[in-house]
């Protein structure tokens, strides 16, 4: 799929000159004038604001403001690199987030695609809606519920108790930890996420559906002959962007199903940005330094999951 | 004409984008005006006065009669935030930092911020004859201790610690109030305990072993023989047992004048051996370290299935547990609730030497001469006998009286607090509630004096052969990038250490080892400072 040539290709201006590819653009203009606003937010949200990523090489006075604070080079990273519970939070921010990409990232897939085989549009929407609601709950919301469920007097355990089976301690369990992120994230957005894969689903051509007919492909053929290489470009862009937020992915759902005993495997980055931010005395340096550490791991991670996605032949996300 | 229709949307754009600017650079006009008074002595010019607070003001509580006499009184319309105590310190500090802080507000005094805000000029710098101005609130100000050690090293005065006790402090020395626990004297007396005003970490364990294994309450699998959070651990069993085990004295001068970290000396692996016992027992609750607030207390309280709780040690708090237990389970606390502190199972009585303040008060770098003084003529009459009766007990005459021997008497119907006629009282801005309470006939006198016994008890055991942590001011009042980074959640990893699996010893020392790599630079920067 090649994006729309709107932007000032070089291909383009070069075949037209510079005045013609000005005329391109005023042939063009309302498209452009609908940028606009999207161009602005942008900016204003997206690009000013990593001005401030400067204060992680700065000593922060809020009175001074970004730009007057005094300059102290690499002193903050100095203290970064320094606390172990640092190092901790990055190598354990990877190893949950990449276990949770590896068993979680296939799960809208399939979802969309069992709800796709579904033919009665009634029932198709009915299960889609169940799907996609727990999207719309809070993190907070959904910790009360799996700590009303699975605490000793919760739920489970009070079915425990009435089989005459022992309780279980699962939100002590540091064992138990993962699997209850993977699962109540699973829960939570995989009915969400298939409605990208359902979109990309419902855009292929449904003459190569009928052609496999009349060929007698199964429906399994057709999953995989048919739906799953046509979708393999959203699987690919999705992919890479998860990639890209791994060091960033999981801070409400950790922060809200966390506690004392399981805080050697909870802390992740963004936990640790938390603390060293509200909770010890106020250091915006140091808490910058972390997050400009954390956001050029995870621009690695995109550009390593974008070239690896281009050599298995994908288009990748950007060239 | 086409070079017009493409004219449109933009303007259009770029209007919107100029009123959105406008409206949000533009801010309420303040108040101003003087605190000149008319022939009766009335403040001439109403001021809107933002305040922001941790007391929850619901809507219409500010027509009450009260409130409206103060409002009357300094002619002034409150502009009221509140704020939610979880989010209170994040607020303030975010407030303070992008100079968004009201005109006065409390503020958990952290050191470390506060050497930072007066070096940014995010606080107000009082005038330098203040205590003239206001006696008042100079002489209540001089019982914390605090704001004199911080005029010395700022050079002014930028903020008000709150004094915890003014003129009814119940013992010398002051010690914390933390460390009283509530037990059931009913489930005692059933399975033959006995009932002392003191008891250590080890016999309050055998009372809920007692209380477990003959279950006087019927409760069954109910039944949470010490129901303490993570915190209430931290306090009645790891730090009766180990003094310099919590944030406020982790960083302690020895006797060989060096400073040394107290979570690493032995006697905290003590309390942590005493409290993983109570867990590995069954006498904790299996997921106690996941309470908030007040779970702890109201298994003791609301639901009633607890034997023993954490409760602190002023005579509010006792009379808040009197009501919730009437209200929640229809009893009369006083033949079931009998209340002690804790020894180390040494016998030794540990807490912490008790700084006279709480948290404080600041003011906007912003704020206009008029409020700031109009402020101070309310907070110096709030901490005036007249302001602190009229705050504590209402209106004379119609909410109390003086007795036949000058004694306070209440003339509220029975059952009836204050907080019932006036809610969310805050405009007692300075002096905290304690000092009152210690003589306030509102609360049981029974509940006053049973505080006072405990306050001097704290003071006697801890100075007669006992171990109080000193409020050292070197260390409190020092600041460094060092020393804010090795601030620890105590509670949370003693709870930790206590749930991990294999031997707690083991996991102790290899816990001390992984903070050294923080804790050793602010004891190197301690010692090269302040050590003999």
Not at chain 2, 382 to 405: I, R, V
């Amino acid at each position: 799929m090649k994006p729309a040539a709107l932007g000032p290709d070089k291909k383009l201006s070069g075949r037209l000159g510079t005045g013609a590819w000005y005329k391109e653009i005023w042939k063009h203009r309302m498209t452009y004038t609908l940028l606009i606003p999207g161009l602005i937010w942008l900016i204003l949200f997206a690009y000013l604001p990593m001005g401030g990523l400067s204060l992680a090489f700065k000593d922060y006075k809020a009175s001074e403001g970004i730009l007057g604070s005094p300059w102290v080079g690499f002193e903050n990273f100095k203290y970064v690199f320094r606390d172990p519970n640092f190092i901790d939070a990055v190598w354990r921010t990877l190893y949950i987030n990449i276990i949770k990409l590896v068993i979680m990232f296939p799960v809208p897939i399939l979802l969309a695609l069992a709800l796709n085989e579904l033919r009665m549009r009634k029932t198709k929407k009915w299960f889609q809606t169940i799907f996609t609601f727990p999207q719309f709950l809070s993190w907070i919301i959904v910790s009360g519920i799996v700590i009303n469920v699975l605490s000793y007097d919760g739920l489970v355990n009070s079915a425990l108790q009435l089989l005459g089976l022992p309780t279980i301690n699962f939100l002590g369990s540091e064992e138990m930890f993962l699997p209850m992120l993977i699962i109540t994230d699973i829960w939570k957005s995989a009915g969400w996420g298939a409605i990208i894969f359902l979109a990309a689903i419902s855009g292929i051509d449904q003459d190569q559906y009928e052609s496999s007919q009349i060929d007698g492909a199964s429906r399994m053929q057709q999953i995989f002959k048919i739906t799953l290489p046509n979708i393999l470009p959203t699987v690919s862009v999705m992919f890479i962007l998860n990639v890209g937020g791994i060091m960033s992915a999981g801070f409400d759902q950790i922060f809200n199903l966390a506690n004392a005993a399981t805080q050697n495997v909870s802390q992740v980055l963004d936990v640790y940005i938390y603390r060293v931010t509200f909770q010890s005395s106020t250091d915006f340096s140091f808490s910058t330094a972390v997050s400009l550490f954390r956001s050029l791991v995870n621009m690695f991670l995109l550009l390593g999951a974008n070239k690896v996605a281009k050599l298995m032949g994908g288009d990748g996300l950007f060239r | 004409m086409r070079m017009k229709k493409a004219f449109k949307p933009l303007m259009a754009i770029a209007m919107s984008a100029v009123m959105l600017t406008a409206t949000a650079c533009s801010s309420e006009t303040a108040s101003t005006g003087g605190n000149e008074k008319d022939e009766n002595g009335k403040y001439k010019d109403k001021l809107t006065i933002s305040v922001a607070q941790t007391t929850e003001v619901k809507d219409g509580v500010l027509d009450n009669e009260f409130h409206k006499y103060w409002m009357d009184k300094f002619n002034i319309e409150w502009d009221y935030n509140y704020i939610q105590w979880d989010s209170w310190a994040e607020k303030l500090r975010l407030w303070i930092n992008s100079g968004d802080l009201p005109d006065v507000a409390s503020w958990n005094y952290v050191h470390g911020d506060f050497m930072n805000y007066v070096d940014q000029g995010l606080l107000y710098k009082f005038p330098d004859d203040w205590k003239e101005r206001w006696p008042n609130v100079a002489a209540a100000y001089k019982e914390t201790g605090l704001g004199d050690k911080l005029e010395e090293l700022t050079g002014g005065t930028y903020i008000l610690p709150k004094p915890v006790y003014y003129e009814n402090k119940p013992a010398d020395p002051l010690v914390n109030q933390i460390g009283v626990i509530a037990m059931r004297k009913d489930w005692a007396e059933a399975v033959g305990f006995e009932l002392k005003d003191a008891y250590t970490t080890s016999e309050i364990m055998k009372y809920a072993e007692l209380v477990k294994e003959k279950d006087p309450g019927k409760l069954g699998s109910k039944l949470i023989p010490i129901s303490y959070n993570a915190d209430d651990a931290l306090t009645n069993i790891i730090m009766a047992n180990s003094e310099h085990s919590r944030v406020e004295s982790a960083y302690y001068k020895g006797e060989d004048g060096k400073f040394h970290w107290g979570p690493a000396d032995p006697e905290t692996l003590t309390g942590l051996k005493l409290m993983q016992k109570a867990y590995k027992e069954g006498l904790l609750d299996p997921e106690f370290y996941t309470w908030k607030n007040n779970e702890g207390s109201n298994n003791f309280k609301v639901k009633g299935v607890a034997a023993v709780t954490s409760l602190g040690g002023l005579a509010s708090y006792r009379q808040d547990m009197d009501k919730a237990m009437k209200t929640n389970l229809g009893v009369n606390s006083d033949e079931l609730v009998h209340t002690a502190i804790v020894l180390g199972d040494d016998g030794k009585y540990r807490n912490l030497e008790q700084p006279n303040f709480w948290s404080s008060l600041i003011f906007s770098p912003d704020i206009s001469k008029e409020k700031f003084e109009r402020i101070m003529d309310l907070i110096d009459y709030s901490t005036s006998k007249e302001g602190q009766l009229l705050l504590n007990m209402g209106f004379e005459g119609k909410d109390w009286k003086y007795g036949e021997n000058n004694e306070l008497v209440s003339l509220l119907p029975e059952g009836t607090s204050l907080e019932d006629k006036y809610p969310a009282r805050f405009e007692g801005l300075y002096v905290l509630g304690d000092d009152f309470s210690m003589i306030n006939p509102a609360i049981k006198k029974d509940y006053r004096e049973t505080a006072v016994k405990h306050f001097q008890n704290k003071a006697k055991l801890g100075t007669e052969g006992g171990k109080l942590a000193t409020y050292d001011w070197d260390v409190q009042l020092y600041d460094s990038k060092p020393k804010s980074q090795a601030t620890f959640e105590y509670q949370n990893e003693y709870a930790n250490l206590i749930l991990q699996s294999g031997d707690l010893e083991t996991n102790w020392k290899k816990w001390v080892q992984s903070k050294q790599s923080l804790v050793q630079p602010v004891l190197d920067e301690l010692n090269s400072k302040f050590a003999n």
